[in-house]
């Protein structure tokens, strides 16, 4: 456990080498990358850590930015001493927190993956943020009170997951699940990130204006079941435009769901591990 930005913060590091950081979408957790890390320690430190209120991490002192978060994962370097360049990996919505931390910290960054990244290509704020703020807190606090996450989190959690990948499994043993997602901790962190979404979305739109990407390499890894639907195609072309406006490589990764970690995690190590080492 490491204090950043105020708030206890599980952090876990592992391997050794050029430094990449793995974080996870919307209430997710740090087991979420187990099938990538050991695929990257022989060849990287791997640092990952729990957002607050999600994991083992403490609850959030204020809700969740953009710029906040990309502060949030200078800090957790900072909290371990590593002070050169790290490449970060981020999941769905934590794709803009990857992309946010190379726009505002770009002298710390030595590339970013975006796994099945979260895309907005014109968003705006939602209206009524303070409101949405306070409904979201309310809501988990009631939820919790009423026993909720105890009685139906760790089931909702199973069932999220195996509609997210094409192994329809979800690897986490049960125990930490429960003893995860059947508090109401998590679930108020879950909530609020959600309420946040649109905001941090902007707010990235905004940063895209103000603060160019360094001169580092760029990777979309988009997630393809193999369908061939209408939505599919359409995630895909969104993925690829994503990666045309970052100037990076798009990679469709087939057969796989949102969960590309669980699915294709060689696809996610290959693509760190196909990043020059930087050790500065």
């Known amino acids: 456990m490491l204090r950043v ?3 206890p913060l599980h952090v876990v590091r592992e391997g050794s080498g050029p430094v990449c950081v793995l974080s996870v979408g919307l209430g997710m957790g740090w087991f979420d990358w187990d099938p990538v890390v050991p695929l990257l320690t022989p060849h990287r430190t791997v640092v990952r850590f729990d957002r ?4 083992f991490s403490a609850p959030p002192v204020e809700p969740p930015t953009a710029s906040g978060e990309a502060d949030r994962i200078a800090g957790v370097l900072d909290a371990l001493g590593l002070q050169g360049p790290a490449a970060v990996v981020g999941h769905s919505l934590a794709g803009f927190h990857a992309e946010a931390f190379a726009r505002l910290h770009p002298g710390r960054t030595a590339g970013i993956v975006l796994v099945d990244s979260s895309v907005e290509e014109e968003p705006r704020p939602a209206p009524a943020r303070e409101l949405r703020t306070n409904a979201a807190h309310a ?4 939820l919790a009170a009423a026993g909720l996450p105890r009685a139906l989190g760790p089931s ?4 999220t997951v195996r509609a997210s990948s094409v192994t329809r499994q979800d690897p986490v043993p049960a125990d930490l699940v429960r003893r995860t997602y059947g508090t109401g901790r998590v679930l108020r962190a879950l ?3 959600n309420a946040r979404y649109r905001d941090v979305a902007a707010e990235l739109h905004e940063l895209r204006e103000a603060h160019p990407l360094p001169p580092v390499p760029v990777t979309v890894l988009a997630a393809s079941p193999g369908t061939g639907s209408a939505v599919e195609r359409r995630w895909l072309e969104r993925q690829r435009a994503l990666a045309e406006r970052l100037d990076g490589r798009f990679e469709a990764v087939a057969p796989a769901g949102h969960l590309l970690m ?3 995690p060689q696809a996610v190590a290959s693509a760190v591990l196909a990043m020059p080492p930087n050790r500065e």
């Open 156 to 159: 909702l959690r199973r069932l």
């Open 52 to 55: 607050p209120g999600l994991g």
């Open 5 to 7: 930005g105020g708030v």
């Open 262 to 264: 669980y699915d294709r």
């Open 191 to 193: 909530l609020m990130e």
């Open 139 to 142: 809501r988990g606090l009631v």
